[in-house]
């Protein structure tokens, strides 16, 4: 009964969190409703009894990827209105739908098989944290290294891409030098 009832509050806030992300107009706004459905995921893990992956999900989605977007936000003007082109409206429904039948035939594949089974072995004699561990680093150990290379280089390309547009600090200008560079900035845009 206590996991039913904390299935359905989390699924509810897991949702609604995401919901604001998605509408609201606000970086920051959405950028703290993201990290709290990031952390209401993490809840998910913690019922079914998988310790080690919902503080993995804490620790990696609300720490480090939140900080990343934090720090990637800074970047970009967020006080200004967006305006968004409407594309070909009946691409969109299609792709939508699309969409909604691959979900559904994600989540409904393992229900209705009964051929389902384990590759890896399942030891009784080790935690959940010892379980994973086994597995990443035997059957998938190729594919952890290849994503720790391609963040490596995402994180390089972060780093050129962002050295590139700092050629102007607002800290060392005077106020005069600043106002300056506000109205030239609305006469270009």
Known sequence: MFEAVAFYLFAFLTIAMFFITVTTSQALYALTALAAGMIFISAFFFILGADFLGAIQIIVYTGAVMALYAF?????DTTREVKE????KYIIVGMATLAAILV??????PIVS???MAFAPVLDNVGNTQQVGVVLFTKYLIPFEVAAVMLLVAMIAGIILAGKKMDLSLTL??????REYEENKKVLS
């Open 72 to 76: 990637g936000m800074m970047f970009f």
């Open 85 to 88: 082109k409407q594309g070909n």
């Open 104 to 109: 559904v035939a994600i989540f409904a594949a």
């Open 114 to 116: 009964d051929n389902m």
């Open 173 to 178: 200008m005077d106020a005069d030098e600043i």
